[in-house]
C-alpha cells in the first residue's frame, strides 16, 4: 500500500489494486466515483473551501506569473483570461488577438495599477469593462497599435485615478467631448499616430485636469487649430502640448502660436523643430518647414497676435503715473477659484479692490492705476480652490522707475542706425560733390622747350646726360652734338641711358 502526496493520506495503492483487479463493471465505476469524490471533499481542498485558486504559470498557455506580475506576452489570446490571480498590480496582455474587452473582465482585480493590452486588434471596449477593478489604483493603462476608431465617454468612467494613457497608433477619429473629462489625476496623454481631425480642447478649459502636463497630438490630420481654446489652457499644459507632423493650413495666427511657444523655450516646439510644417493654401504639395522658411509670413502682424498669448513675467518694469496690469499665473480656474492679492506693504487686496490706487478683477488680475515709487515691491497672488481643496501662489517683482532715471537710459538701437546712415550719407555727398575740380581749362599751358643753337640734328642722339636742371654749355665741334637744355621749373621725368 502506498501514500501519495498531496492525496491527504488516502490510502491510493489500495484503491488502485482495487480498480485493476478487474471487478464487476459497476464496481469499477463506484471506485472511480468514490475516489473522485474523497479528493474533492479531502481536507485543504481550495475547491471545497470556496477559494479560487491561484493559476500557476502551466494553468494559462503561455503565461507567466512572477510575484505580482501576470504577463500572458504573445500567448495567442483572443480575449482576456478569465483566471487571473486576485494579487496582481501589473498585467500585461501584449502581442496578442484580443478583439475586445468584456464587461466585468477585470473584475475583483482590486491591485491592479498597470494594465497592458497594446499590440492587439482591439476594436471596442465595453461599458463596465474597467468595473470593480482597483479603480483609483489603475495608473498605467497600455491601449496603442491596436483599432480603436472612436473614443466613447464610457470608456474610461471607472478608473479615475489613471495618470498615463497611451492610445498612439490606433485608428481613431473622433474623441467624444466628455470622454477624458473623469480622468482628474491625468499627467499624461498621448494620441499621435492617428487619424484625428480635431480635438475637443473646450473639454479640458475648466482645469478638471490640473496635473496634465502632457498631450500629444502629434502625427494627426488637425487642419486648424482653436486658437482660443488652446491660448486659454494653463501654461503648464501649452508647454506639454505636442502639434508637430499634422496637416495644418499656413495662417498667420498658427505661425504666431508656434513662434510664442519657440521663444518661451516650450519642449514641444524646441525638440521637433524640423518636424513642424503646414500646407501652403491648403495644398498637399506645398508643405513648408515654416520654422526654417519664415518668409512666407513676414507680412503677419506677429506683434499684435502675441498680445493675448503673453504670460505674465515675474518681473516687470513701469514709469511713474503709468498704469500697470498683473495677472496671477496660476492652474486652478472655475468658479469655485478665489483670488487675493498682497502688496509691499503686506496689505490685502481683494475685489474690486481698495484706497483708489489698486483695482482688482474677478479673473484674479491686479491693477495699478497710477504707479508711484512707494509701489515697487513683490505683490503675492494667492488662489484657492475650495472644492478640491488646492491652492497655488504666484509673485510678481514690480519695478517703478522715477523720471530722473530717464536722461541714463541708453540710446534707442533704432534711433542711433537711423543717425548713422544719415551721417554716412552726408560724407559720401561731400566726396562728391565738394572735391576741387582738376578740368584741363584750369591748368596752364606749357611752353615748348626751346633747342640751343645746333641742336638740329641732335634729338635723336643715343648720348648720355649728366642729371643736372641746367646742361653746361657746351662748344659745338665736329662729330658732337648739343643736348636740349631742360626748362626751369618743369617737373619731367628723366630716363637714364647707356653710354
Known amino acids: 500500500m502506498s501514500y501519495i502526496a498531496g492525496g491527504g493520506g488516502f490510502p491510493w495503492g489500495a484503491a488502485l489494486a482495487a480498480v485493476t483487479s478487474e471487478p464487476p463493471s459497476h464496481s469499477r465505476r463506484f471506485v472511480i466515483v468514490l475516489l473522485v469524490c474523497v479528493q474533492l471533499l479531502r481536507p485543504g481542498s481550495s475547491q471545497a473551501a470556496g477559494v479560487r485558486p491561484s493559476p500557476g504559470p502551466s494553468e494559462a498557455d503561455g503565461c507567466i506569473r512572477a510575484s505580482d506580475i501576470l504577463s500572458c506576452t504573445a500567448a495567442g489570446l483572443d480575449c482576456a483570461p478569465r483566471d487571473m490571480p486576485i494579487s496582481a498590480v501589473t498585467i500585461d496582455l501584449s502581442h496578442n488577438r484580443i478583439g475586445q474587452l468584456e464587461g466585468g473582465g477585470f473584475e475583483g482585480l482590486d491591485r491592479l495599477q498597470t494594465l497592458r493590452v497594446a499590440h492587439n486588434q482591439l476594436i471596442v471596449i465595453m461599458p463596465g469593462a474597467f468595473r470593480n477593478a482597483s479603480g483609483s489604483l489603475l495608473r498605467h493603462l497600455d491601449l496603442s497599435s491596436n483599432r480603436l476608431s472612436v473614443l466613447e465617454q464610457h470608456y474610461f468612467e471607472d478608473v479615475p485615478g489613471l495618470e498615463e494613457l497611451l492610445l498612439f497608433d490606433n485608428r481613431i477619429v473622433h474623441v467624444e467631448s466628455r470622454a477624458l473629462a473623469g480622468l482628474g489625476s491625468l499627467r499624461k496623454a498621448y494620441l499621435s499616430h492617428n487619424r484625428l481631425t480635431d480635438f475637443p480642447f473646450f473639454s479640458i478649459q475648466e482645469h478638471s485636469h490640473p496635473h496634465l502636463s502632457m498631450l500629444d497630438l502629434s502625427s494627426n490630420r ?277 653710354f
Open 222 to 498: 488637425l487642419s486648424k487649430l482653436p486658437l482660443e481654446d488652446i491660448t486659454n489652457l494653463p501654461v503648464s499644459m501649452q508647454r506639454g502640448l505636442f502639434l508637430h507632423n499634422n496637416s495644418l493650413v499656413c495662417e498667420c495666427s498658427m505661425y504666431g502660436l508656434f513662434q510664442h511657444w519657440d521663444q518661451r523655450g516650450f519642449a514641444s516646439v524646441t525638440d521637433f523643430r524640423q518636424e513642424h510644417t503646414c500646407l501652403v493654401f491648403g495644398i498637399q504639395k506645398g508643405t513648408v518647414r515654416f520654422f526654417q522658411h519664415g518668409r512666407y509670413f513676414d507680412k503677419c502682424d506677429l506683434a499684435a497676435m502675441s498680445q493675448g498669448l503673453k504670460e505674465q513675467e515675474s518681473s516687470v518694469l513701469v514709469k511713474v503715473g503709468k498704469p500697470l496690469l498683473l495677472h496671477c499665473a496660476t492652474t486652478l480656474a472655475g468658479r469655485h477659484v478665489t483670488f487675493l492679492w498682497v502688496s509691499p506693504n503686506q496689505e490685502y487686496v481683494a475685489p474690486p479692490g481698495n484706497n483708489g490706487s489698486l483695482k482688482m478683477y474677478a479673473n484674479g488680475s491686479l491693477e495699478i492705476m497710477a504707479a508711484r515709487v512707494e509701489d515697487s515691491g513683490i505683490y503675492w497672488c494667492m488662489s484657492l480652490d475650495g472644492r478640491q481643496q488646492r491652492n497655488e501662489t504666484w509673485e510678481v517683482n514690480v519695478t517703478v522707475l522715477a523720471h530722473q532715471d530717464e536722461s541714463h537710459e541708453p540710446f534707442n538701437t533704432g534711433f542711433t542706425t537711423l543717425l548713422g546712415c544719415v551721417v554716412s550719407l552726408v560724407l559720401v555727398l561731400m566726396y562728391l560733390y565738394l572735391t576741387p575740380c582738376r578740368c584741363p581749362s584750369c591748368r596752364k599751358p606749357r611752353t615748348p622747350a626751346t633747342p640751343s643753337q645746333g641742336n638740329e640734328a641732335g634729338t635723336g642722339s643715343a648720348q648720355s646726360s649728366i642729371l643736372t636742371p641746367t646742361p653746361p654749355a657746351t662748344t659745338e665741334g665736329p662729330g658732337r652734338k648739343s643736348r636740349p637744355q631742360m626748362q626751369t621749373g618743369q617737373s619731367d621725368v628723366l630716363t637714364l641711358r647707356p
